[in-house]
């Protein structure tokens, strides 16, 4: 396929480029979404908050965002587009516009999850139609289409050839674990939705793994432990130290850990310290006072067990990015290279966990 453009007396041949409107579209809804805690009225959204209304309001808009999910199919098009709408909102200093209101696909290929292509959004608007990759081969393909990191996806469709088969994805994964965390969690300064730690682990280690990051927050406030609790995951980690004060680590914990564990005795309980936030490499205060929150969320863990909590397990964070400085973009925020070692460092201690579960 090829089209001509004509710039003054200069024409252009452009091979391989594909028109988005001659392509059939297909509803989202129709297909597979992975990432979702449980179901809710509003089909992108990570929670039904109608259903949890003590939690904080910053939490209820933030789950309005469709950090983590992403949408599963397969087809056998040698093009694959989008069209969707985000409702609008203030860009973040901590994103590329691709990771705030974009698209980023991944295609199996001989049993691993390879990145193919993205949705690139439209700056000035809140609607964007976009190839996202062309010029494959016709054979069948299973996909998943990761959605907007900080943006509320209101409409999305996908656009594949005509005459070519779209359709929703089996279900892929056995196991789901839910996350609750931070920005950190919910995917401050990745280049795309699908290079968050989260999103790595889930393609890496084949498990659901449902991102529960609030930007600014993870406070550990009961209403949100009464929340988690009432969703039903294999595995729980809570990655909370960044935001939360040392007082409300010492308070707030054991009511966190406890309410999980009343409603799922089975399930391992994972908590983790914080990444060492490269801000505090010459900042001694900030250096001093992540140690100290560090060492309280280690503390509470430590007497949890004493009393007799079980599987509930303690991951250290100073080696989760690294120690060279190079794994943030901000300095408290992991980047790309940042988030692949956390997602290295944490999938065989994981894995051993659930591994040992079963």
Not at 114 to 134: C, D, H, M, W, Y
Not at 142 to 157: A, G, M, N, R, V
Request: hydrophobic share 40%; proline share 4%; aromatic share 8%.
């Amino acid at each position: 396929m090829y089209r001509i453009l004509r710039l003054g007396m200069v024409s252009l041949l452009f091979t391989g480029i594909v028109d988005v409107q001659v392509l059939k579209y297909t509803d989202a809804r129709n297909l597979l979404m992975v990432g979702k805690a449980c179901s809710s009225k509003e089909y992108y959204h990570r929670l039904d908050t109608a259903l949890f209304k003590d939690l904080p309001p910053k939490i209820k808009y933030l789950s309005t965002f469709s950090c983590g999910l992403a949408i599963g199919f397969m087809t056998n098009s040698s093009v694959i587009a989008a069209e969707w709408e985000v409702k609008p909102d203030k860009p973040s200093p901590n994103l590329s516009a691709i990771a705030h209101k974009g698209l980023d696909l991944y295609i199996e290929r001989n049993g691993i999850w390879e990145f193919a292509g993205v949705g690139k959004p439209e700056l000035n608007s809140t609607r964007s139609k976009s190839i996202i990759v062309q010029e494959m081969d016709d054979t069948p393909k299973k996909c998943l289409l990761y959605l907007p990191l900080f943006s509320e996806t209101k409409t999305l469709k996908i656009g594949v050839e005509e005459g070519s088969e779209i359709v929703a994805l089996p279900y892929p994964f056995e196991k789901k674990v839910l996350v609750y965390g931070s920005s950190i969690v919910h995917g401050a300064e990745a280049s795309r939705a699908g290079t968050t730690y989260v999103a790595k682990l889930s393609r890496r280690a084949g498990i659901d793994f449902i991102n529960l990051g609030f930007s600014g927050n993870a406070r550990m406030e009961n209403s949100m432990a009464d929340c988690l609790a009432d969703i039903k995951a294999d595995a729980y980690i809570l990655d909370c130290v960044p935001n939360a004060t040392a007082q409300q680590i010492s308070e707030r914990t054991a009511y966190l850990v406890e309410t999980i564990r009343n409603k799922h005795p089975e399930a391992p309980i994972i908590v983790m310290q914080s990444i060492a936030m490269d801000i505090g490499n010459f900042n001694l205060k900030i250096k001093s006072d992540l140690r100290i929150k560090d060492e309280t969320i280690r503390n509470e863990v430590e007497k949890l067990c004493k009393r007799g909590v079980k599987k509930l397990y303690f991951i250290e964070g100073k080696d989760l990015i690294g120690k060279d400085h190079e794994g943030t973009g901000d300095g408290i925020h992991p980047n790309d290279l940042g988030f692949e070692r956390m997602a290295a460092y944490l999938e065989p201690k994981l894995m051993e966990i659930l591994n040992n579960n079963e």
